[in-house]
């Protein structure tokens, strides 16, 4: 039996499919801004001396990070409208990747900051810093930049993640693809547009949070560009009378 590729039926659903898009990404960036600024409350929150606020965020992220996204979601909008609190389901969703999100980038900020030395935060306190300004510009920022990467790709599986609010008919982009194949019955189309979507969506995040990067993180530009400027003034034969001497060593 054989199968044609035939795009045609989807092509009165175009509007569709970018509103999808539109809210898959709309949905992400609220996560992402309201869940870092919630994770980075936690990570320092976890690293207090006040023992049950340690504690309490160690559960929070222990029972977010070993549960899954799904079942989070049905406790959500399921859950609290057994007590009678009902949400839209597109309020429903971001609070669910809020909270989701919010405990991965908790952990992650926390590594940041243990990474910091003991002694610029001693040095810090020596010139008479106060908490705020020791906690910003001698553990956060310094913190955030060595964590990036891992940061951006926890973006990205939020996005991808995010198509679990179709089961609680949030009108994403899987809803969509969902809505469009039983109108079609082109289910292979449907999902390989879908599929091209999320792509184009995940390239979209990763521009934005490499410009971001690189206009929050300026020490990286300066490093980058000293190391160029170096290895471009180099001598050509300076590297192999390098390795002829430790080789003779």
Request: glycine share 6%.
């Amino acid at each position: 039996m054989k199968y044609s590729l035939d795009f045609a039926p989807l092509a009165p659903y175009w509007p569709v499919f970018v509103n999808g898009a539109w809210l898959t990404l709309k949905m992400t960036a609220l996560a992402v801004i309201i869940g870092v600024a919630i994770g980075t409350l936690v990570a320092f929150a976890k690293r207090s001396r006040i023992k049950p606020l340690a504690r309490v965020c160690s559960l929070y992220i222990e029972i977010v990070r070993n549960t899954p996204f799904l079942v989070q979601i049905f406790l959500l909008y399921f859950g609290l409208a057994s007590f009678g609190v009902r949400m839209p389901t597109f309020a429903a969703a971001v609070l669910a990747m809020v909270i989701n999100i919010a405990a991965y980038a908790a952990e992650i900020i926390r590594a940041g900051l243990e990474s910091v030395p003991r002694g610029q935060i001693e040095a810090a306190e020596c010139l008479g810093l106060s908490k705020w300004r020791i906690g910003w510009h001698v553990m956060l920022q310094p913190s955030i930049e060595k964590v990036y990467p891992a940061l951006t790709s926890q973006f990205l599986l939020m996005m991808q993640a995010s198509a679990m609010a179709s089961q609680i008919s949030a009108e994403e982009l899987t809803a969509i693809a969902n809505t469009v194949q039983s109108d079609t019955f082109r289910s292979l189309e449907t999902y390989i547009v879908v599929a091209a979507l999320y792509l184009v969506l995940s390239l979209f995040i990763k521009l934005v949070t490499w410009a971001l990067g690189e206009y929050l993180f300026r020490r990286r530009r300066v490093v980058r560009r000293a190391a160029a400027q170096a290895g471009k003034f180099q001598p050509a034969g300076s590297t192999a009378t390098v390795a002829v001497h430790g080789g003779a060593a």
